[in-house]
């Protein structure tokens, strides 16, 4: 595991009243009770990690660590000690951040890299950089997210083939195999975030069908008591709806006739000679104009 980047600077013992505060005030996400409870941390185990600080004329203000600051000063700390760094490094940093954010060709996957490095180096938390970016708290953590998704969907991401959205759905099926397959087929025909929670469901629905079945077996072999006729119709309705939903997808074929989608448990396959099928195609096209089929866009 590499190391961290963490941000160069010198330890410092400040006195209270030479720090101010972050310019970009984070205190309408601190609540008393986090303060207080930091506060009785360094009671207890005192400072373990300083807070990071820039330094303008003989005064410090805090880049990361304003929870602390607040804890510190609730004990009526007169000294904190802190890590004083470049306020130049601070600015090119996030200044690199923003335009890496807006970069339109960068994936949802690189641009959760970017907000960690810095994150990590400055000792930032969510709400530090949503405040730094104008953005919400909800944006910055549902974006890091992209890093704990797994790696499949992490290199697809990265790769430009599928998108943020349809990644974020697939993340919740913990089948790998089976989330490789729905990777595979959203890659190779394009999917949606609608139609990706709609095979997300019915991977969940045959999970739970394949649990009850499992639970089923497992009454049986523990109880002498034989199933009754319609308990057998139950276990073989539940396996067949299972045999059917276990075909990936609702939509995974399109016909190229008319161009409309069809389950795949429904494709007729045909062996026609080239004649056979001009005639065929002739005869759909002219129904077609006739409104006796309608035609699929």
Known sequence: MPKANTVKGRIKEIPMELIDE?????????????ITSLADSLRAIGLIHEPIVTERDGRYEIV???????????????????KVVEREEVDREMMKLHENMYRQDLSAVEKAR????????????????????????????????????????????????????????????????????LIRYAVEDGCTKRLAIQWYNEWLRNERIKEQLRAREQDTNSSPLVKSDEELAEDARQQQ?????????????????????????????????????????????????QGLLEKKE
């Not at 005030?25 to 601190?30: K, L």
């Not at 045909?270 to 002219?286: A, S, T």
């Open 22 to 34: 972050p310019a970009h005030d984070v205190r309408a996400y601190i609540t008393s009770e986090h």
């Open 114 to 181: 970017a907000l960690k490095q810095i994150k990590d180096k400055f000792g930032f938390t969510d709400e530090d950089l949503a405040k730094k970016f104008g953005a919400s708290r909800a944006w910055v953590t549902r974006i890091l997210g992209a890093l704990n998704w797994p790696e499949d969907l992490q290199e697809a991401n990265a790769d430009g083939v599928l998108g943020f959205e349809v990644c974020d759905v697939l993340r919740k099926v913990k089948d790998p195999n089976h989330r490789a397959t």
């Open 64 to 82: 990361s660590g304003h929870c602390r600051f607040l804890a510190a000063r609730t004990l009526g700390w007169k000294t904190l000690r802190c």
């Open 241 to 289: 709806i299972l045999a059917v939903q276990q075909r990936v997808g609702v939509y995974r074929k399109r016909c190229n006739m008319c161009g409309g989608e069809f389950p795949m448990d429904s494709l007729v396959a045909w062996d026609l000679c080239p004649d056979c099928l001009g005639i065929l195609n002739n005869f759909i096209q002219e129904a077609q104009r």
